[in-house]
């Protein structure tokens, strides 16, 4: 979805909102006597992989991150049947769930790996073209407004986009910072 101010809280929003549908739907599943080892791989599965469709393409303002964070947090507490009554917080949900990677840290892995496959010319020159490609601001428009090579620039610590492209050609040093990516989540 491309709205007028490049916005992407609206993007991730619809398929928080389908996923969450989706598991008050099944919630039932839930509920049965499984394990929770269990109960984590249908979530992994039918939740986050449904939710994580398209996230290579979006922004990750603080914003967008905290919805993703209180949506993996949500979703975990449906999952141990923890009510909001019970006042825990998500250190304390995370340790009962015995949660390894956050959602949030793949979601960003695979824009960094899907970022470096565009760079290396691997998936033709369309899709480098649109990351190398000017298009003409128009008047009034902010300049500080977080874009999608910002976060691609951030999250290895580059400067410029050259600086960026020039890491990604090395394949195997790529992988090994996608794959070393940490979110700074602060939970």
């Given at each position: 979805m491309i709205t007028e101010d490049v916005a992407t809280l609206k993007e991730v929003q619809i398929p928080i909102e389908k996923t969450r549908q989706n598991i008050w739907e099944n919630k039932e599943?839930?509920?049965?006597?499984?394990?929770?080892?269990?109960?984590?791989?249908?979530?992994?599965?039918?939740?986050?992989?449904?939710?994580?469709?398209?996230?290579?393409?979006?922004?990750?303002?603080k914003t967008v991150q905290?919805?993703?964070?209180?949506?993996?947090?949500?979703?975990?507490?449906?999952?141990?049947?923890?009510?909001?009554?019970?006042?825990?917080?998500?250190?304390?949900?995370?340790?009962?769930?015995?949660v390894g990677e956050r959602v949030l840290q793949q979601l960003m892995k695979r824009k960094l790996g899907y970022t470096g496959h565009i760079m290396r010319g691997s998936s033709g020159p369309l899709l480098q073209l649109s990351l190398e490609g000017k298009i003409e601001e128009m008047k009034g428009q902010e300049s500080s407004r977080r874009n999608w090579m910002g976060d691609v620039k951030e999250w290895p610590g580059s400067t410029s986009y050259g600086d960026t492209k020039q890491e990604a050609e090395n394949r195997e040093e790529w992988r090994d910072m996608v794959a070393n990516l940490r979110a700074e989540d602060g939970s």
């Open positions: 599943l839930l509920r049965r006597n499984i394990g929770l080892n269990t109960k984590k791989i249908i979530l992994a599965c039918c939740v986050f992989s449904v939710f994580n469709y398209g996230c290579e393409a979006w922004i990750y303002s905290k919805k993703i964070q209180t949506f993996e947090m949500w979703c975990y507490r449906r999952l141990l049947k923890v009510p909001w009554t019970e006042k825990k917080n998500n250190k304390e949900i995370k340790q009962m769930a015995d």
